[in-house]
């Protein structure tokens, strides 16, 4: 039985990380509530609870050391703020100066990187809390003890379970990124189908591709800064690290097979061929669904024989379709394609098995070692106070942030002191969290909060109506605080609907539940959505198109970068393949950082969609660009030649750098294009072609025609 949906299935659920980080908060949390209350102290438990809640924001996978430090710099915060908040909270402007004050500091700490930022929302948090938790100074200060006391105890707790299973989250981590590569290929088999929508499929493989260097780049934090797998010598981490190798690479085999399948359907729909690469690629992605969820569980996968059969099957079809086009019924362009295609598809299961081999000596101190320089692939975050100083100006899309949070924290403090409800920092608390750096993540996460939230108040109110059993609310209480921690990272919609059913019935254990208390959440939510979805769009903005040229800039420069080394392995004898890895790192992620910017830019206004359709065309050409960079890679490292050199066709590399460097000066200048800027093509290079063997010259010359487009087309984007 094939694993084809991580989060659909059961079993791989539970293994997931997401499960993993809903139980681990869950019992942080729970648990002295729980204790405290047999001994009838059950206010100092919850007390405990809010200490670990806060900190188990920061608690988001990643190096243990990082998150070690950040719980701790919490623990501090949230302490010092806990007494600060209850000493002024008497006072109505004491306590608004200091939670603007406190709204603009935490918020600019989204220039060091989303971990501080969480720092930052866990500090608001404990603030908004204790704004109407008015009481004499002395139970302020027992108060913040016993918050930071509850702050230890789940950073204590965290750090047991990191100890106790050291290399855990670095599998899950792994099996992750291993089947978004699988749903990459998956949707690139799509291509091989009939009758295929081409632009849906398209922008899918950049949404996914998305998805795939996000995964990849958390478990190459996660790799290269633990101390276990990069200094220490256990079967384990080397393991672990061969096999994230080999996917980074069979990950760039599966980017350089792009073709014009229109092209291929035309000619090859009818002898049915194309439906069995289609088969073929989606049994890979099978055997990669099996890799992954053999990491998480321990087992052993096996290469699966349907798949070697595929395989073989395919071959076999090739060879008759070639031998028996005697009439020249199909063009021998297209057969050559094809052949190109199903030899890719080899190499790709080829290292499939080698990652398949790995499992069968995981346990042994004679696995080799992957030769990686790791301190070249992770970036170092200061955070020093000169890069925030340097971010307090309005040009910064930060400060703008900033400035706007503060201004609707402090228009909800108004607004929940005029109501006067019960609970009115629930408006404030959906402000926290609705509240991002641009409109359309924060769209985006308003919608999600007012759906989860209505769902969720209804789902409780009928709970609390029609069940009376306390043990069975409190397994429905424990369930619903396990889904809405597990599912906050993968489904915020989801994590909410948990969450509303979760709270409602908390309170009633208090003895404060009510259906008039699923109404008053329903109204905070909309008060506090509406006031922070209204402020991202009128109050110091921030527009996706005003990132645009940055990220254009940054994958041109990247594909560059990557050509750059490529033809080295052509050019050049000096070839270096670190500073290749990291070239082709670099190209991941300006592409996905583009993807995701233009996704982002839907949700915008139309107004503020600036050039959508050219932006769309240049993405397009870009991961065009990168798949026929790749493609060229990869024939250098997989294909025998006999030429005695290359180095006829420097004239079209050269010329296909000078396109690059014309297109960057485009898009900083602002400058028209050249109507004169010349194509060379390989006939005029006098490199002689031997037979069969014009797929290098035939590359060089693909990716000098992709600059050019690219080229003529920044021509009509002036940002």
Not at 80 to 105: C, E, M, Q
Not at 274 to 292: F, G, H, N, Q, V
Not at 434 to 442: E, R
């Amino acid at each position: 039985m094939q694993i084809r949906q991580p989060i659909r299935n059961i079993q791989d659920f539970l293994l997931s990380t997401y499960f993993a980080d809903g139980l681990r908060i869950t019992l942080g949390v729970l648990l002295p509530s729980l204790i405290l209350a047999q001994f009838g102290m059950l206010k100092y438990g919850m007390t405990l609870s809010l200490g670990a809640l806060c900190v188990s924001i920061v608690d988001s996978p990643g190096p243990m050391v990082h998150r070690r430090n950040a719980m701790l710099v919490t623990t501090l915060l949230i302490f010092l703020f806990s007494i600060l908040t209850g000493l002024t909270n008497k006072n109505a402007y004491f306590v608004a100066f200091l939670l603007g004050a406190s709204s603009f500091v935490f918020s600019m700490f989204y220039i060091y990187g989303i971990r501080a930022a969480s720092v930052g929302t866990a500090v608001l948090l404990v603030m908004v809390l204790s704004i109407d938790d008015i009481r004499p100074w002395q139970e302020v200060i027992q108060h913040a003890f016993m918050v930071l006391a509850g702050s230890l105890w789940y950073t204590g707790l965290s750090y047991f379970f990191y100890r106790l299973r050291p290399f855990r989250l670095v599998q899950q981590s792994l099996s992750d990124s291993i089947f978004e590569v699988a749903e990459f290929l998956r949707e690139k088999a799509k291509f091989y189908h009939q009758h295929n929508n081409y632009d849906k499929t398209y922008a899918e493989l950049l949404q996914l591709q998305v998805s795939v260097h996000e995964k990849q780049d958390a478990v190459r934090e996660l790799l290269f800064r633990t101390r276990e797998i990069v200094r220490d010598s256990s079967p384990e981490g080397r393991f672990l690290l061969l096999v994230f190798v080999d996917m980074v690479d069979l990950f760039e085999q599966v980017m350089s097979t792009y073709y014009n399948y229109q092209q291929l359907h035309l000619q090859f729909d009818k002898a049915g061929i194309l439906k069995d690469y289609e088969m073929a690629i989606k049994r890979i992605s099978y055997a990669l669904d099996d890799i992954a969820f053999a990491l998480k569980s321990g087992g052993k996968p096996v290469v699966s024989k349907r798949l070697l059969i595929e395989i073989e099957r395919l071959k076999i079809k090739i060879n008759h379709l070639e031998k028996n086009n005697t009439n020249q019924e199909y063009n021998t362009i297209g057969i050559i394609a094809l052949k190109n295609i199903e030899v890719n598809i080899e190499n790709i299961l080829a290292r499939v098995k080698t990652i398949f081999s790995y499992f069968k000596v995981r346990t042994s101190k004679d696995i080799g070692r992957a030769e990686v320089d790791t301190e070249k692939f992770i970036k170092r975050q200061k955070f020093d106070f000169q890069l925030f100083t340097d971010n307090l100006t309005y040009s910064s899309s930060t400060f703008r942030h900033s400035l706007r949070v503060t201004v609707v924290m402090l228009l909800g403090f108004v607004v929940a002191e005029i109501l006067n409800f019960s609970h009115s920092y629930w408006i404030l608390l959906t402000i926290l969290v609705i509240s991002k750096p641009g409109f359309s993540l924060t769209k985006e996460r308003n919608y999600q909060r007012l759906i989860g939230t209505t769902i969720g108040a209804f789902v409780g109110m009928a709970v609390l109506t029609y069940i009376d059993d306390r043990h069975t609310l409190f397994v429905i209480l424990l369930i619903c605080m396990i889904g809405s921690y597990s599912f906050q990272r993968k489904n915020y919609v989801v994590s909410v609907l948990f969450m509303t059913p979760y709270i409602l019935i908390l309170f009633d254990f208090l003895g404060m539940g009510s259906i008039a208390l699923a109404r008053e959440r329903i109204y905070d939510t909309f008060i506090g959505s509406g006031i922070a979805l209204l402020a991202s769009y009128s109050l110091f903005p921030t527009w996706e198109h005003e990132k645009l040229k940055e990220a254009m800039l940054s994958i041109i420069k990247a594909n560059k970068a990557y050509y750059g080394q490529v033809a080295r392995l052509y050019f050049e004898k000096n070839y270096n393949r670190t500073e290749y890895k990291l070239a082709r790192k670099e190209v991941y992620v300006s592409t996905a950082n583009l993807a995701s910017l233009f996704q982002r830019m839907f949700s915008e206004p139309k107004s503020k969609q600036l050039f959508i359709k050219e932006v769309h065309q240049f993405t397009t050409l870009n991961h065009l660009l990168s798949s026929y960079i790749a493609t060229l890679s990869l024939y250098n490292k997989e294909h025998e030649f006999t030429f005695e050199s290359f180095d006829a066709l420097k004239p079209i590399s050269n010329n296909t750098d000078y396109l690059f460097d014309m297109t960057i000066e485009n898009l900083e200048q602002n400058k028209e294009t050249l109507d004169n800027v010349p194509l060379i093509r390989v006939a005029d290079t006098g490199f002689q072609i031997h037979q069969g063997q014009d797929l290098v010259p035939e590359q060089f010359d693909l990716i000098q025609k992709v600059a050019y487009d690219i080229y003529k087309l920044t021509g009509k984007i002036k940002i």
